[in-house]
T-cell receptor, first 113, second 112 residues
Framework: EPEVTQTPSHQVTQMGQEVILRCVPI?????FYWYRQILGQKVEFLVS??????SEKSEIFDDQFSVERPDGSNFTLKIRSTKLEDSAMYFC???WGVGETQYFGPGTRLLVL | GENVEQHPSTLSVQEGDSAVIKCTYS??????FPWYKQELGKGPQLIID?????GEKKDQRIAVTLNKTAKHFSLHITETQPEDSAVYFC???????????FGTGTRLLVSP
């Protein structure tokens, strides 16, 4: 069964450094999402992406965040200058079409020191 | 915006018992309600979902009910097994390509 994959599984970085989290959505999916989950808390929406542009973003997704689909298969989340409070599990999700189910990847655990 | 409340935060049952998790939502425009199971260190996995034109949906030991008037929906797991132990999240969406808004999660522990 097709799966959403994410790399790396864990990332440790120093405050102020840039990080890029990578996702490979399911191949025929058209809608892409990033969510995050701070330890012990609920899953929170960050951004949705369709047709090579952002469809919606949350208040969390400020100027330090950006997303890109550089090559038709990868979907990346970049944090330009990480803060301590960016430490969380970041999940990528994708879905085929309007009204369809979102499928989540296994996540990248980001720790900012 | 949409707000989803989920109860209880933890639920302990004996194997074979039933478990019920309840969620309420605030935005009457929400029309899609999935339930996800999250095991330790993994991403959320969809276990069942319901759309607003349906009041109940069942898949083997799992069922979901929706009351649009009261704006609440519930997950029912019958004949629980130890492998059902996980964190369960409800979510709501306005459909289309809209985001999911998640509840706070319920940690279910099924004891043998």
């Amino acid at each position: 069964e097709p799966e959403v994959t994410q790399t790396p599984s864990h990332q440790v970085t120093q405050m102020g450094q840039e990080v890029i989290l990578r996702c490979v959505p399911i191949s025929n999916h058209l809608y892409f999402y990033w969510y995050r989950q701070i330890l012990g808390q609920k899953v929170e929406f960050l951004v949705s992406f369709y047709n090579n542009e952002i469809s919606e973003k949350s208040e969390i997704f400020d100027d330090q965040f950006s997303v890109e689909r550089p090559d038709g298969s990868n979907f990346t989340l970049k944090i330009r200058s990480t803060k301590l409070e960016d430490s969380a599990m970041y999940f990528c999700a994708s879905k085929w079409g309007v009204g369809e189910t979102q499928y989540f990847g296994p996540g990248t655990r980001l720790l900012v020191l | 915006g949409e707000n989803v409340e989920q109860h209880p935060s933890t639920l302990s049952v004996q194997e074979g018992d039933s478990a019920v998790i309840k969620c309420t939502y605030s935005d009457s425009a929400s029309n899609y309600f999935p339930w996800y199971k999250q095991e330790l260190g993994k991403g959320p996995q969809l276990i069942i979902d319901i759309r607003s034109n349906v009041g109940e949906k069942k898949d083997q030991r799992i069922a979901v009910t929706l009351n649009k008037t009261a704006k609440h929906f519930s997950l029912h797991i019958t004949e629980t097994q130890p492998e059902d132990s996980a964190v369960y999240f409800c979510a709501a969406s306005k459909g289309g390509f809209q985001k999911l808004v998640f509840g706070t999660g319920t940690r279910l522990l099924v004891s043998p």
